[in-house]
């Protein structure tokens, strides 16, 4: 602003004298004013007809490269273009990898890939904007201008899957009232506002601190990460957690968190993962969830056992076919499997201990369940016996797919694991002379899979594709894939891996042949290829 000396009057376009006083108004412009204010109408009429032209300049150049270069969204039907687009958006969408703080991390970028289509042109800005189904993915952060509304009007009426992502404080956890004033001033207005839209929810992914976890209505999947203290769990604002409207069918928790303070509806709930579970929490999901198909538990070894943890009856839940629960300890493998039944379970994946004691509750569990289990995936350690890994396989007569994991079990003395001498046994136990015959172990199973050792044993291979009973040129069992690892660090100007023994190459090559699937490896090299290897330096030194 500047004042004219002469009259006093005031204009906004340019400052002359910015420290001149200016003296009383005298009620009508000098010539000078009058002549600089007709000057500035006409420049302000010329700037407009410029902006005009400029317009028409910008509409020509966007004719001419789209008659030069058609663009895709006018070349190709409206559905295809948004099908196209959509593949994009997929590929776009970064893992939780990508997630932290709202920095962009090196395996990807967060820049939300609707908004870079619709940065190409005015064009694809257009489509891009008027397709709903390319909005329905939406990835919010704390640490930069948050504004959906615009992203969740886009996507009209559809189905929402919203990816939450909060971090704490890295000088505490979330106690102070730094903390508080972020969750009052930020978090949880956004948390009211995607609750108008909560109706069409498909799945909400939530990266939250653990002191807070506001409540939310009814969507169907839940996917919560803790990074903060559990002790920090239920403080905030003094109360407990209440999230009691939330019924999902999916339920995803990554850190170590008790069910009953989050409050959780499980009567839709159909899967189940959670970490660092607490024993109590295991029962908790299976009484409450009566739908539940799949559930994954890792148990926390500080966590000791309920005090009244002997079920009698065992619970039964007649839905449950697949199965994940690493259990650390004998006395939680002797709880879980003598508290419940599952006669619809087909997938079992566990690192039962081989005592005695959880051994003879693991086997009753098998009985009293009379499941048709097609996949088990059995980690075992240095107390497993023979005697009872064969039991075990012999109540599973319906194994398609079988997993050791050894790694725990190995014998450095010996050399070899002692828990497996039994199994090779009895793999062609069928074939030993006996008066009352003896019912073959896996007679179904499908592929093979061994995890650990420093040695390859050829009673192995010998065992799992011995003959039947009644024909010795037609194998037992009909394997589909047979694969090994072993663990074999070799020391400086030490020996060298240990190969295969060349008949039982021959036999594996005889049966790759076939069509079954070898796939060995020693410190992560073909233990074949190797064998052959030394097999053809043999013949050439002859």
């Not at 009426?157 to 972020?182: A, I, Y």
């Not at 295969?500 to 992560?524: E, Y």
Request: glycine share 6%; proline share 8%.
């Amino acid at each position: 602003m500047y004042g004219c000396h002469f009259c006093g009057r005031y204009s906004d376009d340019f400052s002359l004298y910015p420290d001149t006083p200016i003296p009383p108004c005298r009620n009508q412009g000098c010539s000078t004013c009058k002549r600089l204010q007709t000057l500035n109408a006409q420049i302000r009429k010329l700037q407009d007809s410029v902006a005009v032209l400029l317009e028409e300049q910008r509409q020509l150049r966007s004719q001419y490269n789209h008659a030069s270069h058609p663009s895709i969204v006018n070349s190709l039907p409206h559905e295809l273009s948004t099908q196209i687009f959509s593949f994009y958006v997929q590929m776009r969408e970064p893992g939780w990898g990508d997630l932290v703080s709202g920095s962009q991390s090196p395996g990807g970028s967060i820049i939300d890939s609707p908004l870079l289509l619709g940065a190409v042109c005015r064009t694809w800005r257009q489509f891009v904007w008027s397709s709903p189904s390319l909005w329905t993915s939406l990835r919010l952060y704390l640490d930069r201008p948050i504004s959906p509304a615009g992203s969740i009007s886009r996507s009209a009426q559809l189905p929402l899957s919203v990816q939450l992502e909060v971090l704490p404080p890295e000088n505490d956890f979330g106690e102070d009232d730094d903390s508080e004033q972020v969750v009052e001033d930020v978090l949880l207005p956004l948390i009211q506002f995607l609750n108008v839209s909560s109706h069409r929810w498909s799945s909400l992914d939530l990266t939250l601190p653990s002191f807070v976890v506001a409540s939310y209505s009814r969507y169907r999947r839940v996917f919560i990460r803790l990074p903060s203290a559990f002790s920090c769990l239920s403080r905030y604002n003094g109360s407990p957690l209440n999230i009691t409207q939330v019924a999902p069918k999916e339920l995803t928790i990554t850190s170590g968190v008790a069910l009953k303070d989050l409050r959780f509806k499980l009567e839709n709930l159909n899967r189940f993962s959670a970490n660092d579970v607490q024993p109590s929490d295991v029962f908790e999901v299976t009484r409450r969830a009566p739908e539940l198909i799949s559930c994954r538990f890792l148990m926390k070894t500080s966590w000791g056992l309920p005090q009244n943890y002997i079920h009698s009856p065992p619970f039964v839940h007649s839905q449950i076919k697949s199965l994940a629960i690493f259990l650390r300890t004998e006395d939680t493998a002797r709880w879980f499997f003598n508290g419940i039944t599952l006669p619809s379970l087909t997938q079992l994946e566990t690192d039962l201990p081989m005592g005695s004691p959880s051994t003879t509750s693991f086997l009753y569990f098998l009985q009293r369940s009379k499941c048709i289990l097609e996949t088990l995936s059995l980690s075992m350690d240095r107390t497993a016996d023979s005697k009872n890994i064969v039991e075990i396989l012999r109540n599973c007569p319906s194994l398609h797919h079988l997993s050791l994991n050894l790694r725990l079990a190995y014998d450095i003395t010996s050399q070899r694991f002692p828990c497996l001498d039994g199994f090779y046994s009895a793999l062609s136990g069928h074939l030993s002379p006996s008066e009352v015959p003896i019912e073959p172990i896996l007679p179904g199973i499908k592929t093979f899979k061994l995890i650990g050792g420093q040695t390859f044993c050829a009673k192995l291979i010998s065992g799992l594709f011995a003959p039947s009973a009644e024909c010795e040129d037609v194998p037992l069992r009909a394997l589909e894939a047979v694969e090994v690892r072993i663990d074999y660090h070799a020391p400086v100007d030490g020996p060298p891996p240990p190969l295969i023994d060349p008949t039982t190459l021959s036999s594996i090559l005889n049966f790759r042949q076939r069509g079954v699937a070898f796939d060995l490896k020693v410190a992560g090299d073909d233990l074949i290829q190797l064998s052959i290897n030394k097999g053809s330096e043999g013949n050439q030194g002859e």
